[in-house]
């Protein structure tokens, strides 16, 4: 028979079996891992969209504005985001310009595609290798406008100021030397008609653009004659900024399908252009896009700037091929 001895007390506590103590590390670790589930997740997240984001090429388009800088910001907006998405991978954005700006933008290759007046579309395709794709010219009413024209301006009631030889001695104001619109055009028109300028004029001052400086100096009196392009009255009177009888047009002209005030002869209007540095295959894109723009989308009706919202008219046959014929003694830049 085998005897159990009995121990108590301290005795017995000493030869006890241990009692199981519960781990506090195992909560820690899984808490620590969930931790680290959910920074790698954050972390995919976010160089997923750093990785979209640089997927997403930025294409500058370079636009002449005859106003405003930001109205014709707002004007072109929504062809540019009609284009962005129209050609997946890219964000076109406008870029818009004065003049010598612009000229300025393209020879150091901060644009990709250009929208300008013809003249200067065809300087800087001697200088720069443009090549246009597309005309985007005004919708006016019902119809497209692909022509544009020069107007001769002077305040209502100036009866001295009728015919084209009447601006001799008189005080001209145009937007510079090289607007084709706002100088160019009258400055040809002049002198078919005999009248040169700035030799036969009393004085010719350039306010710079945009072009909306030119009325005002005619109206404040600071000039006998303005000179801008056609559509930027009618824009003036929709707006409410010019009231419809506060000026005359000298020498008004007449065409067929084209409703807007006019002083001089018709050229085709503004052609979109594509520096070399963009690929073949971008250009066709963009290329296709606008031909294939419906009359009723936000981008063919969203500009401001011209006497009715914008519509897109694309075809190669409206570009010109050359400048129009300068005066002998005309300034180009």
């Known amino acids: 028979m085998k005897i159990i001895e009995s121990r108590s007390g301290p005795e017995a506590a000493a030869f006890a079996p241990p009692i199981p103590q519960r781990s506090t590390r195992t ?14 997740f954050l972390l995919c997240v976010a160089l997923s969209a750093g990785h979209a984001a640089r997927a997403e090429e930025i294409v500058d388009l370079g636009i002449l504005s005859f106003r405003d800088l930001e109205s014709t910001r707002r004007q072109w907006t929504p062809l540019a985001d009609y284009l962005s998405r129209q050609v997946p991978g890219h964000r076109f954005v406008v870029r818009p310009y004065f ?5 300025a933008a393209v020879a150091a290759g901060q644009v990709d595609f250009v929208l300008t007046q013809p003249e200067h579309y065809v300087l800087l395709r001697s200088a720069h290798r443009l090549a246009a794709v597309a005309t985007l010219a005004p919708r006016v009413g019902d119809g497209g406008t692909p022509r544009f024209g020069g107007v001769i301006v002077a305040r209502a009631g100036r009866s001295d100021l009728r015919a084209l030889t009447d601006l001799r001695d008189k005080v001209v104001v145009a937007t510079h030397a090289n607007s084709l619109g706002s ?14 300028l700035p030799d036969d004029i009393a004085g010719l001052r350039f306010t710079g653009q945009p072009q909306d400086r030119v009325i005002d ?21 929709d707006e409410g900024k010019l009231a419809a009888d506060a000026l005359q047009v000298i020498n008004p002209q007449t065409s067929p399908n084209f409703p807007l005030r006019l002083s001089t002869e018709l050229f085709p209007e503004w052609p979109f252009s594509t520096l070399p540095q963009v690929p073949d295959d971008l250009a066709r894109a963009v290329t296709l896009a606008l031909l294939g723009i419906a009359a009723d989308d936000p981008a063919a009706r969203a500009g401001r700037n011209c006497s009715a919202p914008m519509r897109t008219r694309c075809s190669t046959t409206h570009v010109p091929t050359a400048a129009p014929t300068r005066p002998p003694n005309a300034r180009s830049g």
Do not use: M, N
């Open 183 to 196: 100088y160019r055009l009258q400055q040809w028109t002049l002198h078919q008609a005999g009248v040169r």
């Open 99 to 103: 003049l010598d700006d612009l000229s």
């Open 27 to 40: 909560p820690l670790r899984r808490k620590a891992f969930v931790i680290f589930v959910r920074f790698c």
């Open 217 to 237: 100096e005619i109206l404040a009196g600071r000039g006998d004659v303005g000179f801008v392009r056609t559509g930027l009255i009618e824009s003036l009177i």
